[in-house]
C-alpha cells in the first residue's frame, strides 16, 4: 500500500515510522501532560517529528488497508490514542489555532502553535 500512495507523506516505510514516533511520544513515564510539538522541517521524514502529523500519516494508512490488515493497525493505534488522550490536554481554542482542528488528536495543546 505504501509503495502505492500517491500521497507524498505516505511512503514505503511511513507506516512503521510514525507508529515507532507515536511511541516514542508517549514513552516518558510519570502523570505530567505532554504536549506535542511543531516539526522544524516539512519534509516527509522531518514531518513525522511531529507527533501529531505521524497520526495523521496512521490515519491515512489506516483508510486505504485492506480490511483485516486495517483492523490489525486499528488496534495498535487504539492503543496509542488511548495513552495520547490522557497524557495531552484539551486545547479550547483549537478551532482557531489549528488547521485540521477536524481531527481530534489535533486538539490538544501544544508547545509551539500552529497558525491558520
Known amino acids: ?9 505516505v511512503f514505503p516505510g511511513a507506516t512503521a515510522h510514525a ?3 507515536y511511541r516514542a511520544f508517549l514513552e516518558p ?5 505532554l504536549y506535542p510539538q511543531d516539526a522544524h522541517c ?3 521524514g522531518c ?3 511531529d507527533v501529531r502529523h505521524a497520526r495523521d500519516v496512521l490515519e491515512e494508512v489506516l483508510q486505504r488497508l485492506p480490511s483485516r490488515s486495517r483492523a490489525e493497525l ?3 493505534v487504539a492503543r496509542l490514542d488511548a495513552g495520547y488522550l ?19 488528536w489535533r486538539r490538544r495543546l501544544t508547545v509551539g502553535g500552529e497558525s491558520t
Not at 1 to 9: L, Q
Not at 29 to 33: H, I, L, M, T
Request: glycine share 4%; charged share 45%; proline share 7%.
Open 1 to 9: 500500500m505504501e509503495r502505492s500512495s500517491g500521497d507524498y507523506y
Open 19 to 21: 507508529l515507532r514516533r
Open 29 to 33: 513515564s510519570g502523570r505530567r501532560p
Open 42 to 44: 516539512s519534509c516527509r
Open 47 to 49: 514531518s513525522l517529528d
Open 74 to 76: 486499528k488496534r495498535r
Open 86 to 104: 490522557e497524557r495531552t490536554l484539551p486545547d479550547p481554542f483549537a478551532e482557531r489555532r489549528q488547521w485540521r482542528a477536524d481531527l481530534w
